[in-house]
């Protein structure tokens, strides 16, 4: 794949990530930190959660990697001091899918059209067993501090044909205005 | 009494979280998770508003909007799509189908609801 096109996916994840942790994140500490991605069947937090955005010639795994005290999201409602651990991970499938969709939606701004998987849960064992992301040539990693733990956002994409990144060359890297926590009214 | 809310969406997460958000300024909020239990609740219920998600399996917040549309069932509510979609296209087909605004996802809970009392009180709590 054409240096370009990675770097333009690579950035676009970012976008994405940036845009979805700036808006629903309510930890004390979001810093966002460029990050070497794990190695297929290396767990670096002991859960994860992942969803995919695919079409016919471009497809996106997004992984969040967490521990119990990966708080990106307060819970508001009951036991907001108390999460239990399904919370927390209720709370990261729903970055995840966030995250996802935003991403589903930067892309598709410029003309690739894609679905969305909802997100998964899977823990340190199932990722060893089964990793996801084999297959998928390229990568990138962000890590993000989350209160007293971290997460890392990971991304492996596997481009095939010259469609894509013909559509993202074209379009190239100018950033579109950031519509996400917009409200518009009819 | 306060404003009656509904809000749809798969996600539990995301429900709970606006649920706090909104119950903390005095609306009485009711859940759905799926389109098809959105339009079995408008049926037997009235509300102020309606936050609908987008992506949800069985049947998607278009498709509930297209169904009480049919059913002539939201009654006075105002119903705004709350997703991370943000295609011209779905947004003119909501216009058509009588949706009142799109919330893009990720979106701050609190301007939401903030929005919210906006909208129905004119800044009042609800």
Same mark, same amino acid.
């Given at each position: 794949?054409?240096?370009?096109?990675?770097?333009?996916?690579?950035?676009?994840?970012?976008?994405?990530?940036?845009?979805?942790?700036?808006?629903?994140?309510?930890?004390?500490?979001?810093?966002?930190?460029?990050?070497?991605?794990?190695?297929?069947?290396?767990?670096?937090?002991?859960?994860?959660?992942?969803?995919?955005?695919?079409?016919?010639?471009?497809?996106?795994?997004?992984?969040?990697?967490?521990?119990?005290?990966?708080?990106?999201?307060?819970?508001?409602?009951?036991?907001?001091?108390?999460?239990?651990?399904?919370?927390?991970?209720?709370?990261?499938?729903?970055?995840?899918?966030?995250?996802?969709?935003?991403?589903?939606?930067?892309?598709?701004?410029?003309?690739?059209?894609?679905?969305?998987?909802?997100?998964?849960?899977?823990?340190?064992?199932?990722?060893?067993?089964?990793?996801?992301?084999?297959?998928?040539?390229?990568?990138?990693? /962000?890590?993000?501090?989350?209160?007293?733990?971290?997460?890392?956002?990971?991304?492996? /994409?596997?481009?095939?044909?010259?469609?894509?990144?013909?559509?993202?060359?074209?379009?190239?890297?100018?950033?579109?205005?950031?519509?996400?926590?917009?409200?518009?009214?009819? | 009494?306060?404003?009656?809310?509904?809000?749809?969406?798969?996600?539990?997460?995301?429900?709970?979280?606006?649920?706090?958000?909104?119950?903390?300024?005095?609306?009485? &909020?009711?859940?759905?998770?799926?389109?098809?239990?959105?339009?079995?609740?408008?049926?037997?219920?009235?509300?102020?508003?309606?936050?609908?998600?987008?992506?949800?399996?069985?049947?998607?917040?278009?498709?509930?909007?297209?169904?009480?549309?049919?059913?002539?069932?939201?009654?006075?509510?105002?119903?705004?799509?709350?997703?991370?979609?943000?295609?011209?296209?779905?947004?003119?087909?909501?216009?058509?189908?009588?949706?009142?605004?799109?919330?893009?996802?990720?979106?701050?809970?609190?301007?939401?609801?903030?929005?919210? &009392?906006?909208?129905?009180?004119?800044?009042?709590?609800?």
């Amino acid at each position: 794949m054409a240096e370009g096109t990675q770097t333009i996916i690579a950035s676009l994840c970012k976008r994405a990530l940036e845009s979805t942790v700036g808006h629903i994140a309510r930890s004390s500490a979001t810093a966002i930190h460029e990050s070497k991605p794990p190695r297929v069947g290396e767990m670096p937090l002991p859960n994860c959660v992942y969803a995919l955005v695919s079409g016919d010639q471009l497809k996106i795994l997004v992984k969040l990697h967490f521990s119990g005290r990966s708080k990106l999201l307060l819970q508001r409602s009951e036991n907001a001091g108390n999460r239990s651990a399904y919370q927390n991970e209720t709370a990261f499938r729903e970055v995840c899918n966030v995250l996802a969709g935003r991403l589903k939606s930067e892309l598709s701004e410029r003309g690739l059209v894609l679905g969305q998987s909802l997100p998964v849960a899977v823990d340190a064992l199932d990722e060893i067993l089964n990793p996801v992301q084999v297959g998928y040539s390229d990568e990138a990693a /962000w890590r993000i501090e989350a209160g007293d733990g971290v997460v890392l956002a990971t991304f492996h /994409w596997q481009v095939s044909g010259d469609d894509v990144g013909q559509a993202l060359q074209r379009v190239g890297q100018s950033p579109t205005s950031d519509s996400s926590g917009s409200i518009e009214l009819f | 009494m306060g404003h009656s809310v509904l809000i749809v969406d798969d996600s539990e997460f995301a429900r709970a979280d606006l649920k706090a958000v909104l119950e903390e300024k005095g609306f009485q &909020v009711l859940e759905a998770d799926t389109g098809a239990e959105c339009c079995d609740m408008v049926k037997n219920n009235s509300f102020d508003a309606i936050f609908l998600d987008y992506n949800m399996p069985v049947m998607n917040g278009m498709d509930a909007l297209k169904r009480m549309a049919n059913e002539n069932s939201r009654g006075s509510a105002l119903v705004f799509m709350m997703t991370t979609e943000t295609n011209p296209d779905l947004k003119n087909l909501g216009k058509q189908l009588g949706l009142n605004g799109w919330i893009v996802k990720p979106v701050d809970i609190n301007q939401v609801a903030q929005f919210l &009392v906006q909208k129905l009180t004119g800044g009042q709590v609800a």
